[in-house]
């Protein structure tokens, strides 16, 4: 079923093309459950870009991070191919002004969903895939012991369950018709909720044992497309010197309140983060906590309007109850 | 670095229930520390020697004085240390006086908290560094807003001292309430007689520019250059061909205009001077009352005008005024008597307020000088004043003294003896405030010469009974229920502050306490300072208080702004943010949150844009350092790692 | 503390540290303290010169580091200095109010206000039912510093 979205996906980047300096877009990986990213300079390589939920990554930060796409001849746009969740990514860049919205075309895809490879493997252990596909609400894969088929309920992402906004939010062409979100986004922090209902103790214990975990490889902060720091990143500089190199729980605490304070009213909850987790730590779940207080507080919710402030960059006098 | 901890004992102020010889021997073990000691008074002559003694002796690079607040004498040691050849940034105090020993008694746990604060500050300085002020130019005018008599006084200082001066008024003649005021106390002058001749040298001066019907709309900049937006506001009336002969108002079919002035006890017309003496002296249309504009028909005055002055299509002009200083003048509002419903005020008409009875006494007012009530015309034979009307009554939200009403009462009853030498005067009062110089004589001529009959006690009801009003109350020294039947009753309305004083404070960025009245730098030391460098304060917008002391207040304004005129630079506070550029990332953030536009971008080669900081606008307030993500902008002796130090101390 | 690391936590008092702002709140607790309002022993109070140089961050690291409390005071809305730097703060800090307690931080611990120059008396309550706060919550029993994945390394 995704044959035709990736052939319609291919015409009308190559209709865009001859206007474009690049795009930035998904081929196939090392396996049929993996993509990469690809980046199409000219008609010829039209052939290697792709379109299926096995297409996780956000590609947005590429825009801000890879000086080999930013050093591009600025009179011709850079194409870019986005999922719902990827487009906030966009929104939020554009807000913050490190990409102009007239600088980019965008390819918006309508996405039903992702599928984490990592809890297809835990379902199955699979071993030398030959072929993964999605059909209706299942995933089959051939394996070199045959055939498996999977809900797709129980291999998708753990943020494309909870999507609330499973269509880009701004896009140039939309390739695919519209698709009805799962839940509102007031309605989309079950898991956040259901962490709350937690005793403080509880919380507490389980933080330490997933935040005990972290290695401080600064994955997480890599693949945010909003971690825009990278090398000057607070959680490395001696100048100020905010974090030591020591291995201790509470230094792994401090990184994690930098990175996910600095994303407060930011994070487009594009999972990323939790996605670069070799240690599988649910980091985006704190982002999602930030941004139910700020939809709660200030009835914000980030990457949504170009126009928009970030709450914590801006004040209302009038506010009250906070 | 080579540190040394001076521990001051402050007498026993902090030595009482802190062990200073203890705070100093764990100071000494701190790191870095090359020399701690206790001190008696650290802050004394000797004791600033003792600190400079040992800095040359022990080479200390550091110095930290455990001692009182730095607020108080934080300058004094950065000026001791930076004599003994420190730079005054590698110092720090830790606050073991107000914080420490001040407010607790345990002895044991005040030491232990005056050693932490110690070692907190030890552990910050280890992360200071030497900074330096730099030299900005002073623009040499300066703005006067408010042209009462504070604000008169403090131009004509100003522009004696060979200052330009803008003065903005928004009212269309300056002159302020003096100009509204019959006489003055304690010595009964003629109040237009001694203010009159200050507003004409105002207009006199070659060096001052007034705007009259003019508002302040935005400030921007900082001490020695500020740019200020004044809304001229639209008069309808060409002020530069008005010569204020008066033949439109004579002609004006519009009559029944309250007149503001008079305090609505006449009527004006549409087109007005508000009085004889005005400054300037010019005609303004109220558009709320103008045919022209209610009916769209009229035109008569735009006929009568010899010089074609009047302009029905004139609009607001916003005008840039550029200077280095600003006085503040804006005054007071009165308190509105209507809200003691019992008294009556507003409800009767001989039922008035005290500045209504000024109107009627002067020779200028509505009755051309005649005591007569608003009523009927009649002459009063009974007069009762009360006093305390919104003021010190914490029920109406103003539990201030208002300063002048006793003495404005004293003076009123006297002259209305003068006047009308049969009529009986009685004044309810809660206390007498008179400690002003002849003031207390004063009163006492009242009571004593003037036969006035003072009754200690609140009045609790005025009610009318005939075409008289009936005042109730009590009298506490003889503890007896009082009626006084009277035919004029006067209630002493107080001072309240300025309507959109607040909203001027913010544009100032100035404090104000909770009733509206400006605050000043230091209540005792530094009155007529604000916290924003060079802006100043005069007269009762600081708080209530009689003519003399807002002459004082406003010459004493001007005297600053000489003194920081008298120099063609000034050196900036180099407490300010500082951007790094390798670690800027040019996100832009820091621009978009600075409150005074301090922060703009500066082009690189090849495109590349970092933040910059104006060290010149910054005010130093961090907002931008807390909103880096990469932490590239610091402020100046109060950066991360200088916090972090202190956070660290603690908390490590 | 030099020398004082052997005394039991609870005679020691708790760890308080407090931000407050150089133009008001500072100011405040000097009035306390030139009024003689009596306070608890545990606060510390850093000077910074706004709460809009509160970075949430100092007070997560407190927190983090084994701080029993987080005090932040500035000027009243309205009334700051620098005109708005604590309407910026007071985002930032509810925020952070509401977050700690999901990482397993009581919020409790952490206290936001505004207390005026002239507010003596406020400020001595403020400190006042802080501090009795954090006495009744009990020293903080902080994230611990040693890792345990480093600890397993380790052997």
Same mark, same amino acid.
């Given at each position: 079923?995704?044959?035709?979205?990736?052939?319609?996906?291919?015409?009308?980047?190559?209709?865009?093309?001859?206007?474009?300096?690049?795009?930035?877009?998904?081929?196939?990986?090392?396996?049929?459950?993996?993509?990469?990213?690809?980046?199409?300079?000219?008609?010829?390589?039209?052939?290697?870009?792709?379109?299926?939920?096995?297409?996780?990554?956000?590609?947005?930060?590429?825009?801000?991070?890879?000086?080999?796409?930013?050093?591009?001849?600025?009179?011709?746009?850079?194409?870019?191919?986005?999922?719902?969740?990827?487009?906030?990514?966009? @929104?939020?860049?554009?807000?913050?002004?490190?990409?102009?919205?007239?600088?980019?075309?965008?390819?918006?895809?309508?996405?039903?969903?992702?599928?984490?490879?990592?809890?297809?493997?835990?379902?199955?252990?699979?071993?030398?895939?030959?072929?993964?596909?999605?059909?209706?609400?299942?995933?089959?894969?051939?394996?070199?012991?045959?055939?498996?088929?999977?809900?797709?309920?129980?291999?998708?992402?753990?943020?494309?369950?909870?999507?609330?906004?499973?269509?880009?939010?701004?896009?140039? @062409?939309?390739?695919?018709?519209?698709?009805?979100?799962?839940? +509102?986004?007031?309605?989309?922090?079950?898991?956040?909720?259901?962490?709350?209902?937690?005793?403080?103790?509880?919380?507490?214990?389980?933080?330490?044992?997933?935040?005990?975990?972290?290695?401080?490889?600064?994955?997480?902060?890599?693949?945010?497309?909003?971690?825009?720091?990278?090398?000057?990143?607070?959680?490395?500089?001696?100048?100020?010197?905010?974090?030591?190199?020591?291995?201790?729980?509470?230094?792994?605490?401090?990184?994690?309140?930098?990175?996910?304070?600095?994303?407060?009213? #930011?994070?487009?909850?594009?999972?990323?983060?939790?996605?670069?987790?070799?240690?599988?730590?649910?980091?985006?779940?704190?982002?999602?906590?930030?941004?139910?207080?700020?939809?709660?507080?200030?009835?914000?919710?980030?990457?949504?309007?170009?126009?928009?402030?970030?709450?914590?960059?801006?004040?209302?006098?009038?506010?009250?109850?906070? | 670095?080579?540190?040394?901890?001076?521990?001051?004992?402050?007498?026993?102020?902090? +030595?009482?229930?802190?062990?200073?010889?203890?705070?100093?021997?764990?100071?000494?073990?701190?790191?870095?520390?090359?020399?701690?000691?206790?001190?008696?008074?650290?802050?004394?002559?000797?004791?600033?020697?003792?600190?400079?003694?040992?800095?040359?002796?022990?080479?200390?690079?550091?110095?930290?004085?455990?001692?009182?607040?730095?607020?108080?004498?934080?300058?004094?040691?950065?000026?001791?240390?930076?004599?003994?050849?420190?730079?005054?940034?590698?110092?720090?105090?830790?606050?073991?006086?107000?914080?420490?020993?001040?407010?607790?008694?345990?002895?044991?746990?005040?030491?232990?908290?005056a050693a932490e604060l110690v070692e907190m500050a030890v552990a910050k300085l280890r992360f200071n560094q030497p900074l330096f002020s730099s030299q900005i130019s002073v623009n040499k005018r300066v703005m006067v807003?408010?042209?009462?008599?504070?604000? *008169?006084?403090?131009?004509?200082?100003?522009?004696?001292?060979?200052?330009?001066?803008?003065?903005?008024?928004?009212?269309?003649?300056?002159?302020?309430?003096?100009?509204?005021?019959?006489?003055?106390?304690?010595?009964?002058?003629?109040?237009?007689?001694?203010?009159?001749?200050?507003?004409?040298?105002?207009?006199?001066?070659?060096?001052?520019?007034?705007?009259?019907?003019?508002?302040?709309?935005?400030?921007?900049?900082?001490?020695?250059?500020?740019?200020?937006?004044?809304?001229?506001?639209?008069?309808?009336?060409?002020?530069?061909?008005?010569?204020?002969?008066?033949?439109?108002?004579?002609?004006?079919?519009?009559?029944?205009?309250?007149?503001?002035?008079?305090?609505?006890?006449?009527?004006?017309?549409?087109?007005? *001077?508000?009085?004889?003496?005005?400054?300037?002296?010019?005609?303004?249309?109220? #558009?709320?009352?103008?045919?022209?504009?209610?009916?769209?028909?009229?035109?008569?005055?735009?006929?009568?005008?010899?010089?074609?002055?009047?302009?029905?299509?004139?609009?607001?002009?916003?005008?840039?005024?550029?200077?280095?200083?600003?006085?503040?003048?804006?005054?007071?509002?009165?308190?509105?008597?209507?809200?003691?419903?019992?008294?009556?005020?507003?409800?009767?008409?001989?039922?008035?307020?005290?500045?209504?009875?000024?109107?009627?006494?002067?020779?200028?007012?509505?009755?051309?000088?005649?005591?007569?009530?608003?009523?009927?015309?009649?002459?009063?034979?009974? *007069?009762?004043?009360?006093?305390?009307?919104?003021?010190?009554?914490?029920?109406?939200?103003?539990?201030?003294?208002?300063?002048?009403?006793?003495?404005?009462?004293?003076?009123?009853?006297?002259?209305?003896?003068?006047?009308?030498?049969?009529?009986?005067?009685?004044?309810?009062?809660?206390?007498?405030?008179?400690?002003?110089?002849?003031?207390?004589?004063?009163?006492?001529?009242?009571?004593?010469?003037?036969?006035?009959?003072?009754?200690?006690?609140?009045?609790?009801?005025?009610?009318?009974?005939?075409?008289?009003?009936?005042?109730?109350?009590?009298?506490?020294?003889?503890?007896?229920?009082?009626?006084?039947?009277?035919?004029?009753?006067?209630?002493?309305?107080?001072?309240?502050?300025?309507?959109?004083?607040?909203?001027?404070?913010?544009?100032?960025?100035?404090?104000?306490?909770?009733?509206?009245?400006?605050?000043?730098?230091?209540?005792?030391?530094?009155?007529?300072?604000?916290?924003?460098?060079?802006?100043?304060?005069?007269? @009762?917008?600081?708080?209530?208080?009689?003519?003399?002391?807002?002459?004082?207040?406003?010459?004493?304004?001007?005297?600053?702004?000489?003194?920081?005129?008298?120099?063609?630079?000034?050196?900036?506070?180099?407490?300010?943010?500082?951007?790094?550029?390798?670690?800027?990332?040019?996100?832009?953030?820091?621009?978009?949150?600075?409150?005074?536009?301090?922060?703009?971008?500066?082009?690189?080669?090849?495109?590349?844009?970092?933040?910059?900081?104006?060290?010149?606008?910054?005010?130093?307030?961090?907002?931008?350092?807390?909103?880096?993500?990469?932490?590239?902008?610091?402020?100046?002796?109060?950066?991360?790692?200088?916090?972090?130090?202190?956070?660290?101390?603690?908390?490590? | 503390?030099?020398?004082?690391?052997?005394?039991?936590?609870?005679?020691?008092?708790?760890?308080?540290?407090?931000?407050?702002?150089?133009?008001?709140?500072?100011?405040?607790?000097?009035?306390?303290?030139?009024?003689?309002?009596?306070?608890?022993?545990?606060?510390?109070?850093?000077?910074?010169?706004?709460?809009?140089?509160?970075?949430?961050?100092?007070?997560?690291?407190?927190?983090?580091?084994?701080?029993?409390?987080?005090?932040?005071?500035?000027?009243?809305?309205?009334?700051?200095?620098?005109?708005?730097?604590?309407?910026?703060?007071?985002?930032?800090?509810?925020?952070?109010?509401?977050?700690?307690?999901?990482?397993?931080?009581?919020?409790?611990?952490?206290?936001?206000?505004?207390?005026?120059?002239?507010?003596?008396?406020?400020?001595?309550?403020?400190?006042?039912?802080?501090?009795?706060?954090?006495?009744?919550?009990?020293?903080?029993?902080?994230?611990?510093?040693?890792?345990? *994945?480093?600890?397993?390394?380790?052997?």
């Open positions: 079923m995704f044959e035709n979205a990736t052939k319609q996906l291919r015409e009308t980047v190559e209709a865009a093309l001859p206007e474009l300096n690049t795009v930035v877009g998904w081929r196939a990986g090392y396996d049929p459950l993996h993509m990469t990213p690809v980046f199409i300079k000219n008609a010829g390589d039209l052939s290697k870009l792709e379109w299926s939920p096995f297409c996780v990554q956000n590609l947005s930060g590429y825009l801000v991070k890879d000086p080999a796409v930013r050093a591009q001849d600025p009179s011709k746009k850079i194409g870019i191919c986005v999922k719902g969740c990827d487009s906030r990514s966009l @929104v939020a860049l554009i807000q913050e002004k490190f990409i102009e919205r007239n600088q980019i075309h965008v390819f918006g895809i309508p996405c039903r969903g992702t599928v984490d490879w990592r809890r297809v493997m835990k379902l199955g252990p699979l071993t030398g895939i030959q072929s993964a596909r999605v059909e209706e609400s299942r995933l089959v894969v051939e394996d070199a012991n045959g055939g498996h088929t999977f809900a797709l309920e129980d291999v998708l992402a753990r943020k494309c369950l909870r999507c609330a906004h499973p269509n880009p939010v701004i896009h140039d @062409v939309l390739i695919g018709e519209p698709v009805t979100p799962r839940v +509102a986004v007031e309605n989309s922090y079950g898991e956040v909720e259901r962490m709350e209902e937690q005793s403080l103790e509880d919380r507490l214990g389980f933080w330490k044992k997933e935040l005990d975990k972290c290695l401080r490889c600064y994955a997480c902060r890599n693949a945010c497309p909003l971690c825009v720091c990278q090398d000057r990143c607070i959680a490395e500089t001696r100048e100020p010197r905010w974090l030591t190199q020591r291995v201790g729980t509470s230094e792994k605490f401090l990184f994690h309140f930098i990175h996910a304070l600095h994303l407060a009213g #930011r994070c487009t909850e594009c999972g990323e983060c939790e996605r670069a987790c070799p240690m599988e730590i649910p980091v985006t779940l704190i982002k999602e906590k930030l941004n139910k207080i700020t939809l709660e507080l200030m009835s914000y919710e980030a990457g949504m309007d170009p126009e928009a402030v970030p709450p914590l960059l801006t004040f209302n006098p009038g506010e009250t109850g906070l | 670095m080579r540190i040394g901890v001076f521990v001051c004992q402050c007498g026993t102020n902090i +030595a009482g229930t802190v062990d200073t010889q203890e705070v100093a021997r764990r100071a000494g073990n701190l790191p870095d520390v090359a020399y701690a000691t206790s001190y008696m008074y650290t802050c004394s002559e000797p004791g600033q020697q003792e600190i400079q003694r040992a800095i040359r002796e022990k080479n200390l690079q550091g110095v930290v004085v455990a001692a009182c607040s730095p607020r108080m004498h934080e300058p004094t040691f950065r000026r001791a240390v930076e004599r003994a050849g420190l730079n005054r940034f590698m110092f720090e105090m830790a606050n073991i006086r107000e914080h420490v020993s001040w407010i607790n008694n345990d002895r044991e746990a005040n030491t232990r908290k807003i408010g042209g009462g008599v504070a604000g *008169i006084q403090a131009a004509l200082d100003c522009s004696d001292g060979g200052l330009d001066v803008v003065l903005v008024e928004r009212k269309s003649s300056i002159g302020g309430k003096m100009a509204q005021l019959d006489k003055t106390f304690p010595t009964v002058d003629c109040s237009s007689c001694i203010l009159g001749p200050k507003m004409v040298d105002v207009v006199q001066k070659d060096n001052i520019t007034l705007h009259a019907a003019s508002e302040v709309e935005s400030i921007s900049g900082y001490v020695g250059n500020f740019t200020v937006e004044v809304r001229k506001k639209a008069t309808y009336v060409d002020w530069t061909a008005c010569t204020g002969c008066g033949a439109c108002i004579e002609k004006c079919p519009s009559r029944k205009v309250p007149d503001v002035f008079n305090e609505n006890l006449a009527n004006a017309r549409a087109i007005n *001077i508000p009085f004889p003496q005005a400054i300037p002296k010019k005609a303004t249309i109220n #558009r709320d009352y103008c045919l022209h504009f209610t009916k769209g028909k009229c035109g008569t005055c735009q006929k009568v005008c010899p010089t074609g002055a009047v302009n029905y299509e004139m609009q607001d002009e916003i005008v840039t005024e550029q200077v280095g200083a600003i006085i503040v003048a804006t005054g007071y509002d009165l308190f509105d008597a209507s809200v003691y419903g019992e008294y009556g005020g507003g409800r009767y008409a001989d039922v008035i307020s005290g500045i209504q009875y000024e109107r009627i006494l002067s020779a200028s007012g509505p009755f051309g000088g005649h005591i007569k009530r608003p009523s009927d015309g009649k002459e009063p034979k009974d *007069i009762v004043f009360i006093a305390c009307v919104g003021s010190r009554d914490a029920s109406v939200g103003r539990p201030y003294c208002s300063g002048v009403c006793c003495m404005y009462i004293a003076k009123q009853a006297i002259l209305t003896r003068d006047h009308l030498p049969d009529t009986r005067v009685w004044v309810f009062y809660m206390d007498i405030r008179a400690p002003g110089k002849n003031y207390d004589e004063f009163v006492r001529r009242a009571q004593e010469e003037y036969g006035v009959q003072y009754i200690r006690g609140r009045v609790g009801k005025v009610y009318p009974k005939g075409d008289r009003m009936v005042v109730q109350g009590n009298d506490t020294l003889l503890g007896v229920q009082v009626e006084v039947e009277a035919d004029l009753v006067v209630l002493a309305t107080g001072i309240e502050a300025s309507a959109g004083a607040r909203e001027l404070a913010e544009k100032l960025r100035i404090s104000y306490d909770q009733y509206g009245f400006y605050m000043e730098s230091h209540p005792k030391l530094r009155p007529v300072e604000t916290n924003t460098a060079g802006v100043y304060l005069a007269g @009762v917008c600081q708080g209530p208080k009689d003519i003399p002391s807002s002459v004082a207040m406003g010459s004493a304004a001007a005297a600053k702004v000489q003194a920081l005129f008298s120099r063609d630079t000034i050196e900036t506070n180099p407490q300010v943010a500082l951007v790094n550029e390798r670690v800027c990332i040019s996100c832009g953030k820091c621009i978009q949150v600075c409150p005074f536009g301090a922060i703009q971008w500066k082009e690189l080669r090849g495109g590349i844009r970092k933040a910059e900081v104006l060290p010149s606008v910054c005010q130093g307030c961090g907002l931008c350092n807390a909103t880096c993500p990469p932490k590239a902008i610091q402020l100046q002796h109060a950066t991360d790692n200088q916090i972090l130090a202190e956070v660290n101390a603690l908390c490590a | 503390m030099s020398g004082s690391n052997s005394v039991p936590v609870t005679e020691q008092g708790m760890k308080i540290v407090g931000f407050l702002c150089n133009w008001c709140s500072y100011g405040g607790a000097d009035t306390a303290g030139v009024c003689r309002f009596k306070q608890p022993t545990d606060l510390r109070i850093i000077r910074i010169p706004c709460t809009g140089r509160m970075d949430p961050l100092f007070a997560a690291k407190s927190l983090i580091y084994g701080a029993d409390g987080v005090l932040v005071s500035g000027c009243h809305p309205r009334d700051c200095h620098y005109a708005v730097g604590n309407l910026y703060a007071r985002r930032r800090l509810e925020v952070l109010k509401h977050f700690l307690p999901f990482m397993g931080i009581d919020p409790r611990r952490f206290h936001y206000t505004w207390v005026s120059a002239s507010e003596g008396q406020l400020w001595q309550r403020v400190v006042t039912d802080f501090s009795e706060q954090i006495h009744q919550l009990g020293p903080n029993p902080g994230i611990g510093a040693e890792s345990e *994945i480093f600890e397993k390394l380790g052997n």
